[in-house]
């Protein structure tokens, strides 16, 4: 099994949905929880990060985390065709100095195209 | 902020060729920076650690003579494939982060072709 699992999709939703991607893990030690957006042929982009359970918002994003139920959400409103891309759950545990937070175990990736 | 900057960003070369790929964070100052590997429609592996002034931190499976990676500043990591092969072609991301508790920004990624 592995430590984080996340749904590939693809996902094809038309202009104006609300997207919904989710990632569930088995590492209880993981702390930190962060969504990338990768376009084709680029790096990952951060999108949001948090630290603990419950909800953050910025702008059309919202990220979820429920530590209790291992299991973490993006929302995306108003999604526009320039969603379009592979979206990276990824989370970490802190090291063992607690000074910093170690390697970054990532999801599969989900595809998503928004469509006019 | 936070700006991370890859070079090159393509590069085709023949087989038993070493290519030298450069990772820079622009507008902060980065002791640690990683090196990742990612397949096509796959997601990230990492490959090692960089820190600097001192060695990096290999993942299990990485050959340290066929990755080298060198921090010699606060600023500039590279990674070195030495003798590639065509096995080596691959999408190769660098990332950097502001502090220890904050998260990973990545480059845009070099794309190796070895011939």
């Known amino acids: 099994q592995k430590e984080v699992e996340q749904d590939p999709g693809p996902l094809s939703v038309p202009e104006g949905a609300i997207v919904s991607l989710n990632c569930t893990y088995s590492n209880s030690a993981f702390q930190y929880f962060m969504w990338y957006r990768q376009y084709s042929r680029k790096g990952p982009e951060l999108l949001m990060y948090?630290?603990?359970?419950g909800n953050k918002e910025d702008g059309r994003f919202t990220a979820q985390v429920d530590k209790s139920s291992k299991y973490i959400s993006l929302f995306i409103r108003d999604s526009q065709p320039s969603d379009s891309a592979t979206y990276l759950c990824a989370m970490s545990a802190k090291d063992a100095g607690g000074t910093s937070y170690g390697k970054l175990t990532f999801g599969q990736g989900t595809i998503l195209t928004v469509h006019p | 902020g936070a700006v991370v900057s890859q070079h090159p960003s393509r590069v085709i070369c023949k087989s038993g060729t070493s290519v030298k790929i450069e990772c820079r964070s622009l507008?902060?100052?980065?002791?640690?920076m990683f090196w990742y590997r990612q397949f096509p429609k796959q997601s990230l592996m990492l490959m090692a650690t960089?820190?600097?002034?001192?060695?990096?931190?290999?993942e299990q499976g990485v050959e340290k003579d066929k990755f080298l990676i060198n921090h010699a500043s606060l600023t500039l990591s590279t990674l070195t494939v030495t003798s590639a092969h065509p096995e080596d072609s691959s999408f190769y991301i660098c990332?950097?982060?502001?502090?220890?508790?904050?998260?990973?920004?990545f480059g845009d990624g070099t794309r190796l072709s070895i011939l």
């Open positions: 507008d902060f100052q980065a002791t640690t």
């Open positions: 960089s820190n600097e002034g001192s060695k990096a931190t290999y």
């Open positions: 948090t630290y603990s359970s």
């Open positions: 990332s950097a982060r502001i502090q220890p508790l904050q998260p990973q920004h």
